[in-house]
């Protein structure tokens, strides 16, 4: 696969980011970037897929991470960008996704469970809904947080943050444990610096 992409450019601290528009080409396990089609050459970024991960944020970014650091490319548009997600994940390593109902406990009120859409993406963002086309009521990113489930009812995952523990009731233990798999893998990754959505615990970098 081909085509034109911006490509995020800059530093997330200094808040200087910008995207500058890449000809990138997709083969045989390898990604590799150009100013422009006109100028490709072998001298192209090449980025090796097989140690990568990929996940679709914000609908149009396409983030790429591996030992060498992050890459973000940004498609024109969220069919194009899950278009380049299904090509990619032939050669990159797909970090899991879930969503489903669940009861989770309140922030704001003692002992009170409460029904809610819960979604985790494939940059590690959970979040939670009052139903499943609903906006996010509030959202964390489990990259780098403490994940456990609850000794005396193993239906009861638990994600601990800097701030406070959000507890997450699921319907029995085997789902349950689906989720914290799949929250275990994420939390073992480095956190996001610059997230595409507003999360409550957001790290200083």
């Known amino acids: 696969m081909n085509g034109y992409l911006d490509k995020q450019s800059g530093d ?4 200087n980011l910008s995207w500058l528009r890449k000809y990138v080409e997709v083969s ?22 097989a140690d990568t991960f990929v996940s679709i944020q914000n609908k149009r970014n396409i983030r790429l ?17 899950q ?4 090509v990619l994940a032939q050669y ?3 970090a899991p996704m879930g969503e489903g109902f669940c009861k ?12 809610r859409y ?5 940059d590690g963002i959970l979040s939670w809904h009052k139903n499943d086309e609903g906006e996010a009521r509030g959202a964390i990113q489990v ?26 009731e699921f319907i029995d233990k085997p789902e349950a444990m689906l989720w914290f798999g799949a929250i275990t893998w994420h939390s073992h990754r480095t956190p996001l610096s610059n997230p595409t959505v507003n999360i409550r615990n957001k790290r200083s970098f």
């Open 104 to 115: 989770k406990l309140s922030g704001g009120k003692d002992n009170v469970w409460e029904e």
């Open 28 to 49: 045989e396990g390898t990604l590799r970037y150009f100013n422009s089609r006109e100028e490709r050459d072998e001298s192209g970024i090449v980025v090796p897929l």
């Open 12 to 15: 997330a601290e200094k808040k």
């Open 143 to 168: 990259r780098g947080e403490g994940v456990s489930i609850v000794k005396d009812n193993p239906c009861i995952l638990i994600v601990a943050t800097k701030d406070r523990k959000y507890k997450f």
């Open 65 to 81: 991470e591996n030992r060498n650091g992050v890459r973000i490319f940004r498609a024109n548009c969220e069919l194009r960008a």
């Open 118 to 122: 819960v979604r985790l993406a494939a």
């Open 83 to 86: 278009t380049w997600g299904f």
């Open 92 to 94: 990159c390593i797909v």
